[in-house]
């Protein structure tokens, strides 16, 4: 059984930087691709960021491009979403995913649909 765990959230002033952390754990992950979604309140669950576990992929939500980043730590199981130049429009509850599908087309990567695996949330909370 996989399991994701998230840490890392908080409250950040508008500017600010936060990092989380996906710790997963239950299986080999090397043929995994993980992803990040966030959900603000009243709105549908987005894609954010996803990359596969051996780390030769990524794929980014125009939304964050230049400011988050992701990455993985193969030792610690674990995979980071590196936040940046944090906006209040990015305060959200946000999920860490996997899943096991492939696809040629990246475009798949991003609809929450084709990830199996999710973990509890972080809440993030960006001030102005």
């Known amino acids: 059984q996989v399991q994701l765990v998230e840490s890392g959230g908080g409250l950040v002033q508008a500017g600010g930087s936060l990092r989380l952390s996906c710790a997963a754990s239950g299986r080999t992950f090397s043929r995994y691709v993980m992803g990040w979604f966030r959900q603000a309140p009243g709105k549908e669950r987005e894609f954010v960021l996803a990359?596969?576990?051996?780390?030769?992929?990524?794929y980014y939500a125009d939304s964050v491009k230049g400011r988050f980043t992701i990455s993985r730590d193969i030792s610690k199981n674990t995979v980071h979403l590196q936040m940046n130049s944090l906006k209040p429009e990015d305060t959200a509850v946000y999920y860490c995913a996997a899943t096991t599908n492939t696809y040629s087309d990246s475009t798949y990567y991003t609809y929450d649909r084709v990830y199996g695996y999710w973990g509890q949330g972080t809440q993030v909370t960006v001030s102005s």
């Open positions: 990359i596969s576990w051996s780390g030769g992929s990524r």
